[in-house]
């Protein structure tokens, strides 16, 4: 039997990024499957032109032979979509949105009303991977989330993906503090099982999101970095003692 598929998108720019470290243990917990990774930042991907030739001419086909070519091949044998991008200014960042925009080829020009009467596109091909969106953000609230989420769910009902859960970590600036997120391995690899046996659950969710300083906190170990020197050092080693204290 051939292994499931997953095409995943990383968009962070940093070679060192914690979201692509979430990506990876996602899908360790998702067990034998095949990976295709694909790194927004590393490649060619021009902005969808408009020139609707995916619609019209040829339809499913881009006009624009580019990087992105291989992903929508990838796309129509995959059983996975896992999208995982630091939250940038509220959303994604350009390069990952700019490769959201070229699956348009995946949907249809129709606009036909949804189960619930809003309009949407249908799908081109018979397919509705699972999706995942998995991101992090250096503010310490989740709610920073919320356009993101928001985002994400509506390219699942208008791309035929099935939402399949998320996993969002807020006040990632702590990554800094060696061992201090180790705790959240198993909960991600918890999620990437889940993900393969129906959706991640509400309650794995939580414990990845669950955030190691207080708010307050946050502000401080960030503050301490930006303010450099001696000051700022000695705020961000207090803040660093209490979150492994806290952590044991
Ligand atoms: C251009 C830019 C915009 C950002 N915008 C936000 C934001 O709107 N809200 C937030 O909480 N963090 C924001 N951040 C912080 C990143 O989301 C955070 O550091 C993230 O964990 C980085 O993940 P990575 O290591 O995978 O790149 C921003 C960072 C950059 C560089």
Same mark, same amino acid.
């Given at each position: 039997m051939s292994k499931p598929k997953v095409v995943a998108i990383s968009g962070s720019p940093r070679a060192r990024s914690f979201t692509d470290r979430m990506l990876d243990l996602c899908v360790q917990g998702m067990g034998d499957v095949e990976l295709t990774k694909?790194?927004?930042?590393?490649?060619?991907?021009?902005?969808?032109?408009?020139?609707f030739s995916c619609w019209r001419q040829t339809p499913g086909e881009c006009a624009q032979k580019d990087d992105f070519a291989p992903v929508l091949e990838a796309y129509k044998g995959a059983q996975y979509v896992l999208v995982a991008a630091p939250l940038y200014v509220w959303g994604f960042p350009g390069p990952?949105?700019?490769?959201?925009?070229?699956?348009?080829?995946?949907?249809?020009?129709?606009?036909?009303?949804?189960?619930d009467g809003v309009t949407r596109?249908?799908?081109?091909?018979?397919?509705?991977?699972?999706?995942?969106?998995? =991101? =992090?953000?250096?503010?310490?609230?989740?709610?920073?989330?919320?356009?993101?989420?928001?985002?994400?769910k509506l390219m699942c009902d208008n791309s035929g993906w099935t939402w399949a859960g998320e996993i969002l970590i807020p006040g990632a600036a702590v990554y800094g503090i060696p061992g201090?997120?180790?705790?959240?391995?198993?909960?991600?690899? =918890?999620?990437?099982?889940?993900?393969?046996?129906?959706?991640? =659950?509400?309650?794995?969710?939580?414990?990845?999101?669950?955030?190691?300083?207080?708010?307050?906190?946050?502000?401080?170990?960030?503050?301490?970095?930006?303010?450099?020197?001696i000051k700022g050092k000695a705020k961000m080693a207090a803040v660093a003692v209490k979150a492994r204290i806290r952590r044991g």
């Open positions: 694909f790194y927004a930042y590393k490649m060619k991907v021009a902005p969808c032109m408009a020139c990952v949105k700019t490769m959201i925009d070229r699956f348009i080829p995946v949907i249809e020009p129709w606009m036909i009303p949804g189960e596109h249908p799908r081109r091909y018979e397919l509705s991977p699972k999706a995942v969106l998995i =991101s =992090s953000c250096g503010f310490p609230e989740m709610k920073h989330f919320d356009l993101m989420r928001a985002h994400f201090v997120f180790d705790f959240k391995h198993d909960a991600i690899r =918890s999620a990437g099982r889940e993900l393969v046996s129906g959706v991640i =659950s509400p309650e794995t969710t939580a414990e990845i999101a669950k955030n190691v300083l207080s708010a307050e906190d946050s502000r401080n170990l960030v503050n301490g970095y930006f303010e450099g020197g």
